[in-house]
């Protein structure tokens, strides 16, 4: 929270600007994703320098040259979201649960990304978003999905991921691109403003060829396994 507000003065003039740039990509329809990606971009660049952090990403060569295909990074936070839009160089959507959809900038954020939000309570609901994130997959478009299902509230500890995270990514026969986080619970998380590194590992895809015989807990499980091992690497 000291963090948040530090970014919000520390922008203070700037935070209407960017509010309004990021609001205005949401509503038009003439402003391309990649256009809407590199405003969200900027203003990201900007709260990260406001808030003292800085981001060291490993493994952007990692990134598939063909676009359609899903993050699937460990979850540690509000923060996470931020790392990822400054690091990666290609536009993304990300899937984040109801609860957090009306958060004063990431709901802005969502609709010019064209996010979605997830009731993990409406099955139904589940069943429909996992459908839309296959379908927008398989015309190109990336995402990024939190296979955890909630923020694990152990540091750079994982939860268990959820097997039916990976059911897009099964239904697209896209790549899966795991991802790991270190230090991301910190900024938000953390009651101090002192300067900060945030870590991300781009791990080598998994493509369908290799995945396709596998239920979706043995890729959950295998997706777990990589990210824990590239902590354990650069920590």
Known sequence: MYRIMMMVLRLFLKVPY???QIWWYGKSS???YEEAYAVVKRATIAANRAGKVRIESFGLENIPKENGF???????GLYDVLAFL???PVPFAFVI???AQNVILLKQVMKALGSISMDRDDIRQS????QQVTEEVKTGRNFLIFAEGTRSREGNNLLNLKGGSFKSAQKAKCPIVPCALIDAFKPFDEKSIKPLTVKIIYLPPIYYEEYKDMKTVQIAAEVKRRIEEAIVEHM
């Open 86 to 88: 400054e690091s990666s």
């Open 30 to 32: 003439k402003k391309t």
């Open 70 to 76: 899903i993050f699937f990074p460990n979850h540690q």
């Open 127 to 130: 069943m429909e978003v996992i």
């Open 18 to 20: 960017y509010l309004f």
């Open 97 to 99: 649960k109801k609860e």
